[in-house]
């Protein structure tokens, strides 16, 4: 059931933090406002710096109450996928003899019955989706409210994320002096506004080309199937042709912008620009096709390493193909080379919202849609994760007791590579477990790893 009202959405991205309001009116988005500013107290997409991340927040936040004309006192954020994990869980209740009929406050405690699982101390849980809901043994039910019942069980899937990070994001936003409203998975979200129906169930993936990070989605059968997340973006390319020309970040990014094609092949042979270099009295000559080639480097070993994962997944033969989106791959040429590399389908998504048809823009509309678009029984999960993380990270509330299991290894980003080389081989991934995990007692670790 779609909500109504006004929604507001924090996007802490590598490059940019956006904010966007808008307005649901029976399931319609109305863009009202839009605000970009350039990141800081940010790395790899985790926030490093609470004060200087709070301030470009704020600035943020500031420039969209300004374009949208109305105060934000609320927002709802995009958590990366850095070291999340997923697992299954199930939870069970007996519905009070005085009612039978299921109330919100029931699926409140079934909710919170099915927390209580491996949570270990450094993590937190950040979201649980409810699956389904079975009652008396009946499954398959997605609203359980209004029906009668002795027994009430929910199948649903956790996802927990280490407690610093989240904690350096609620600092940061409550630094900024704004309240957060909820806590949406950016892959998650992302995958439900760029991808349609069909894409989502027949099987898609998404790549989103942020500037210090890509981040890859893929969907099937509508759940979220695999996701990773390498650290290079379009901020490499620009650092690329700056090291390479010997030119400022500033003209490197300019030539991008007016000159860039990551498609060699397309760049003209003949046409050159004047490039200001270090060392140099007068600018040089640089031709198009040099300029394509050390972009391409860039942007083919990005792609090549997600192509390198996706086929030890198999999941480049899903029909859907790949979705593009991020400012990185707003570039021309990208679409053509990630054909070439993955050899199937590429699009390029693009919003079509005005005033915000640019790529850079998806994280935050994907966030807001989603809010905008959860049902009232997601609603009533998401506030019962809320409240039980409240009560957990008060010392003096402790007095539930958390099962406390093992602490689950987070396979390590063997691919991490860092700026400098224009081309560098792509460093091997780790070999992936992918063992048939069963359901209830599986865990999922989001990196890398396939899901059954
Ligand atoms: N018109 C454009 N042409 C080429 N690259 C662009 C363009 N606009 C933005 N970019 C690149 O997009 C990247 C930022 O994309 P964005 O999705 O906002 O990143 P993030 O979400 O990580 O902040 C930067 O590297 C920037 O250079
Ligand atoms: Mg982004």
């Known amino acids: 059931m779609a909500r109504s009202g006004f929604f507001t959405g924090l996007d802490i991205g590598t490059s940019t933090i956006k904010v966007l309001v808008a307005e649901f ?125 002795i027994r009430l069980e929910m199948r649903g899937i956790l996802y927990t994320g280490p407690s610093t990070i989240l904690h350096n994001l609620r600092k940061a936003v409550e630094k900024a002096g704004i309240a957060l409203e909820n806590i949406v998975i950016s892959p998650l979200a992302m995958a439900q506004t760029v991808l349609n129906e069909g894409e989502r169930e027949f099987g898609a993936t998404v790549i989103d080309m942020g500037g210090g990070q890509t981040t890859v989605a893929s969907m099937r059968n509508q759940e979220l199937q695999y996701t990773n997340i390498y650290a290079e973006g379009g901020d490499y390319v620009t650092k690329d042709i700056s090291k390479v020309l010997k030119t400022s970040r500033d003209i490197a990014e300019a030539l991008k912008f007016n000159f860039g094609n990551a498609d060699v092949d397309a760049s003209s042979t003949t046409e050159t620009v004047q490039v200001d270099v270090v060392g140099e009295t007068s600018p040089i000559d640089v031709s198009e096709r040099y300029l394509s080639e050390i972009i391409s480097a860039r942007v083919r070993h990005i792609l090549e390493r997600v192509k390198q994962d996706l086929d030890r997944g198999r999941v480049l033969d899903m029909p859907g193909g790949v979705v593009l989106s991020g400012g990185g791959a707003i570039l021309p040429g990208v679409v053509e080379l990630a054909e070439k590399i993955f050899r199937t389908t590429v699009k390029l998504y693009i919003p079509n919202q005005v005033g915000i048809r640019n790529p850079m823009f998806a994280n935050v509309i994907s966030l807001v849609e989603y809010v905008g678009n959860m049902t009232e029984v997601e609603a009533i999960a998401q506030n019962a994760v809320h409240n039980e993380e409240l009560l957990r990270r008060k010392p003096i509330d402790m007095t539930t007791t958390y099962t406390v299991a093992p602490v689950q290894p987070v396979t390590p980003q063997s691919h991490m590579s860092t700026e400098t080389r224009v081309v560098e081989p792509p460093v091997p991934t780790e070999e992936k477990i992918n063992d048939k995990p069963k359901f209830g007692d599986r865990m999922r670790n989001i990196f890398g790893s396939m899901f059954d």
């Open 25 to 149: 009116i029976g399931g319609e988005m109305n863009v009202i406002g839009v605000s970009k500013v350039k990141s800081a107290g940010v790395k790899d997409g985790i926030i490093v710096d609470i004060d200087v991340a709070a301030g470009a927040i704020k600035t943020a936040v500031e420039q969209a109450e300004e374009k949208a004309g109305v105060s934000i006192d609320k927002v709802n954020v995009a958590l990366p996928a850095n070291h999340l994990q997923i697992e299954s869980t199930q939870g069970m209740i007996p519905v009070p003899s005085e009612t039978k009929e299921i109330r919100d406050e029931d699926v409140d405690s079934v909710v919170k019955s099915a927390l209580t699982k491996s949570v270990t101390p450094e993590r937190e849980v950040i979201t649980l989706i409810p699956e389904e809901f079975i009652i008396d043994g009946f499954q398959g039910i997605k609203d359980p409210r209004g029906m009668m019942g």
